[in-house]
C-alpha cells in the first residue's frame, strides 16, 4: 500500500507542477482522480484500514529512528569527553582506542543517512535529499550549477503493458548507466530520484557545452542498448532530457517547470 500511495502522490505532483499555486482542494481532487484511476477508493473502509496501519508502521519506524540517533548522540558526547581526557592526559593507547570506537560511530551515522536520504531502489538520492540537503530552505538553488531532467520514457506503460519488476528494472539499468558515464568524466556532480520515472542531475563547475554533449551521447548510446527480461521482453532504454545552467538563488520550481517544457525526446 505504501508504494501505491506514493505513486498516486508522484503522479499527483507531475500534474500540478507546473500550477503556480495549488490549493488543497485542487491537490485533493487530482489525488483523488489518480488513486481512482489505480482503483483505489479513499472512502473505502479497507483502505482507511490499510492506511492506519500504513501510518503506525511509519510511527514505529520514526521511533526506532529516533532512539537511534539519541543513543548515537549520548555515545558521541561520552566519546568526547573521554578524548578531552585522553588528549590531557597525553594517553596515546587511549586516543587509538577512541579513534577506534569513533570510526565504527562514524559508519553508524553514515548508514542512518542513507536509510534517510537514499531511494530504496535505485540508490540515488531521493526528494528528501533534495529538499533537506541540496537547496536551500525556501527551495532555492544554493549555487550555480548545470541541471539536468530526466525523464524515462515508457516507464508507466512497461509498468501496465508487463510488470512492475521490469519497469524497475529498467529504472535501475538507466540510473547505473549515467552515473557510470558520468563518473568516467571525473566531473562532480549528484543524482537525485525526484519522482516515480524522473531524475535530476546536478552538475557542478563545468562547461555547459560539454555537459550538454555528454547527457546527448550517453542518451544516443542507451537507446543503442537492447534489454531482455527472463520472460523475452525486448525494450530499448530511453528518456527525454532537459539541460538549464542555474544560479544561485533561482527558484528551483521555477528551473523545474523551465527543464519540463523544454524536453527533448
Request: hydrophobic fraction near 35%; glycine fraction near 0%.
Amino acid at each position: 500500500m505504501k508504494e501505491k500511495l506514493k505513486e498516486i502522490t508522484d503522479l499527483t505532483i507531475n500534474e500540478l507542477l507546473e500550477e503556480e499555486v495549488i490549493l488543497p482542494s485542487e491537490y485533493f481532487e487530482c489525488f483523488d482522480k489518480h488513486a481512482k484511476l489505480s482503483e483505489i477508493e479513499l472512502k473505502d473502509d479497507s483502505f482507511e484500514k490499510e492506511v492506519d496501519e500504513l501510518l503506525l508502521n511509519e510511527i514505529s519506524s520514526i521511533n526506532n529512528y529516533v532512539k537511534s540517533a539519541t543513543k548515537n548522540i549520548d555515545s558521541a558526547a561520552a566519546l568526547t569527553l573521554d578524548a578531552q581526557k585522553a588528549i590531557e592526559e597525553n594517553n596515546s593507547s587511549a586516543l587509538k582506542k577512541l579513534y577506534s570506537q569513533i570510526k565504527e560511530l562514524q559508519e553508524e551515522l553514515q548508514d542512518m543517512t542513507e536509510n534517510i536520504y537514499k531511494d530504496y531502489l535505485t540508490s540515488a538520492y531521493n526528494k528528501k535529499w533534495l529538499y533537506h540537503k541540496y537547496l536551500a530552505a525556501n527551495s532555492k538553488i544554493k549555487e550555480d550549477a548545470i541541471i539536468i531532467l530526466i525523464d524515462v520514457k515508457d516507464f508507466e506503460y512497461i509498468k501496465k503493458t508487463y510488470n512492475k519488476l521490469i519497469s524497475n528494472n529498467l529504472l535501475i539499468f538507466i540510473y547505473e548507466f549515467i552515473n557510470k558515464e558520468f563518473k568516467k568524466e571525473d566531473i562532480d556532480f549528484e543524482i537525485c530520484r525526484y519522482l516515480s520515472s524522473k531524475f535530476i542531475i546536478s552538475v557542478k563547475n563545468n562547461n555547459f557545452s560539454s555537459v550538454s554533449n555528454l547527457i546527448k551521447n550517453t542518451s544516443s548510446v542507451l537507446f543503442g542498448t537492447t534489454l531482455k527480461s527472463n520472460s523475452g521482453v525486448m525494450i530499448k532504454p530511453n528518456y527525454k532530457y532537459s539541460t538549464l545552467a542555474v544560479k544561485k538563488d533561482d527558484s528551483f520550481h521555477e528551473v523545474l517547470n523551465s527543464l519540463m517544457k523544454n524536453q527533448e525526446a
